[in-house]
């Protein structure tokens, strides 16, 4: 399929402006620059409950411009107003559902079913590509088709969409994606070759959180990876967000994962780091706690110290 034009899409919501409401990737030629055609990519949202960002998710594929998409969206049986959006859209979507699931990497491994594309990506319900995003990918195939993945620039944005930081892939080898507190990698701006999921997929429907970091260490033993030198996606950074909210069981499954996949000596010297961190946490809590003007403090400093445990 062809995305869409701006004007062919649901008008935005009302206030709502800018990438990707408003504005739009310039639609691309049939054929790249050597008069290959485009190469299809197999987009998948799995979503649950994401109402308040889903739409811009969306709106964010098919803005694309690109020549060859395919979009599918599993839905976990949402209960919000997310299915009420997904078909506002669905007339450009290859395939969503709405039903019970076992997690995220169940319904990944559902959209991935229904692909027949050569570049593989999954963009959870509250993040969003970046404009030109599936051209730079598909560039990048074009050059090493050989890959089994091509990894960009991840933005970190707050729920206003305002910039925090990017994360950029520093070593994309598996020794060094294993090294996961050095060398963060943003899932969304991570794309996979077909032949890399089938190899090395489908996702371990027993990880419900770094789904993603086992995945890309699969990979990497495999296939090479390739740096695009691009931001190809923004991660909305909330207090609502997985891996946010459940920080402790997020690090569980990273120290997991590192273990199994021979790497204790990175889990060991992340768990010394977040201990020396709650060490230094506990003395600065004993040190406002013996100065009165700062006791009404406390109160604050043990909530937060709460939520990061």
Known sequence: MRCPTLAELPEPPRGKKGWPWTEETPQLPDAMPDGRLWPRVSMVTPSYNQGRFIEETIRSVLLQGYPNLEYII???????????????????????????????SHAVNKGYEKASGEIYGWLNSDDYLLKDALKNVAMAYNVHPDAGGWFGGCLQVNVDDKKLVVWW???????????????TVGQPACFFSAKAWQTCGPLDETLHYGMDFDLWLNIAKVFPLQNVNDMLAA??????????????QSLAYQYLIQIRHGYERFAIDDINQQINNYLKLTRKLDRISRFPLLRPLMPIARMVWKRLL
């Open 169 to 183: 892939p520093k070593r994309l080898d598996a020794e060094g994606l294993a090294e996961w507190s050095k060398n």
């Open 74 to 104: 599993i839905d976990g049986g949402s209960t919000d107003n997310s299915v009420e959006i997904i078909k506002r859209y669905e007339n450009w979507l290859k395939h969503w559902v709405s039903e019970p699931d076992r997690g995220q």
């Open 235 to 248: 991660a909305h950074v909330h207090r609502d967000a997985k891996t946010r909210r459940d920080i402790g």
